[in-house]
Structure formats: C-alpha cells, structure tokens
C-alpha cells in the first residue's frame, strides 16, 4: 500500500469489472455526496492530490502486482475540485497503456457533460442505503452495493442492470 495525506494506492481483486482481474485501486480524499452509510468515510474530506506523484506511484504499484488495470475510487474522483486533474490521471494512464475503471456518485450524463473519456469503464450513481445490498463479485457476475450504480464502457454503453454485471465466459 502506498499511502499520502491525499490519496491511497492499493491493490484489489473485487473492484475492476471483470472477472478475472487483480487491479490497482486509488482512493482520493473528497466527496460531496455525503452519502448515508458511506463506506469510506473518512475519504470524504477533500484534499488536493499531485497528478504526476499519483501518477507515478499508481504504475510503481501496478509494476510489483503485474497489473494493467487501474480503479480510481474515493472520496469521489469526479468531485469538482478533482475533476481536472481525474482527467489529467486518466489520459495520462491510458497513454501508458492502462485500463482505467473510475467509480463516481454522479449520473453518467454529468460524466458525459464535463468530458469524461479515456477510461475502459465507469461505475456512475451514488450509494443509496435505501438501495442497499451485499456487494458480491463472483466468476459470473458483480453485484454492486446499490441497485442504482451501473457500469458503463468508454463510449457510455449500459453493461448492466439494476447494478447487476453479468460477465461473458
């Protein structure tokens, strides 16, 4: 694990969509949605992050876990004060030859309106405890935590339903 006053990188079996991958995850520290039940509150305190340096510790991960997959997870990634540099870390990871997974509480229309591109997939919707339910990922589906969120691929293609994906064999 590498760890900051900004952001965490670590690595996770559970949080990239598909069902076969061990991946980078980063948290960064900030969200607006305040969400009742959060599972990261203590992500919800913004405080600016490095593009480069998160950058540079995210492939510095991937090296010793021989990955190519990258979470990027908060806080909320895509909150107004990161968005720009999201952007930036998203590019920047791709250009390397990453595939980048972002998880936002936003809708997919705002990702869509603020230019949110070059990402492999994203995870849209805010955790809604009404909602609620046991994350689950198996060899043939990923359950997400609330029946809202939903998967979307690069070109904002639904891949699921009801927060439910069902992998391809």
């Not at 670590?10 to 995850?25: A, K, L, R, W």
């Not at 968005?83 to 791709?94: A, F, Q, S, W, Y």
């Not at 936002?104 to 405890?129: P, Q, S, V």
């Given at each position: 694990?590498?760890?900051?006053?900004?952001?965490?990188?670590?690595?996770?079996?559970?949080?990239?969509?598909?069902?076969?991958?061990?991946?980078?995850?980063?948290?960064?520290?900030?969200?607006?949605?305040?969400?009742?039940?959060?599972?990261?509150?203590?992500?919800?305190?913004?405080?600016?992050?490095?593009v480069n340096m998160l950058v540079d510790d995210i492939v510095l991960f991937s090296k010793s876990s021989s990955t190519n997959k990258v979470v990027i997870?908060?806080?909320?990634?895509?909150?107004?004060?990161?968005?720009?540099?999201?952007?930036?870390?998203?590019?920047?990871?791709?250009?390397?030859?990453?595939?980048?997974?972002?998880?936002?509480?936003?809708?997919?229309?705002?990702?869509?309106?603020?230019?949110?591109?070059?990402?492999?997939?994203?995870?849209?919707?805010?955790?809604?405890?009404?909602?609620?339910?046991?994350?689950?990922?198996?060899?043939?589906?990923?359950?997400?935590?609330?029946?809202?969120?939903?998967?979307?691929?690069?070109?904002?293609?639904?891949?699921s339903n009801n927060g439910v994906l069902k992998f391809q064999r």
């Open positions: 694990m590498i760890k900051n006053d900004s952001y965490v990188v670590d690595g996770t079996f559970i949080d990239f969509p598909d069902n076969e991958s061990y991946s980078v995850i980063a948290y960064v520290m900030g969200c607006p949605h305040f969400c009742d039940g959060c599972q990261n509150p203590s992500l919800q305190r913004y405080v600016p992050y490095d997870s908060g806080g909320d990634p895509l909150m107004n004060w990161h968005i720009e540099n999201t952007k930036r870390v998203v590019n920047k990871l791709h250009g390397l030859g990453f595939s980048v997974c972002i998880y936002t509480g936003f809708e997919a229309d705002f990702c869509k309106k603020n230019f949110i591109c070059e990402f492999d997939f994203i995870k849209c919707g805010r955790y809604i405890k009404e909602l609620s339910r046991q994350f689950v990922k198996s060899d043939d589906e990923m359950v997400l935590a609330s029946s809202n969120q939903d998967f979307y691929d690069k070109n904002y293609n639904k891949l």
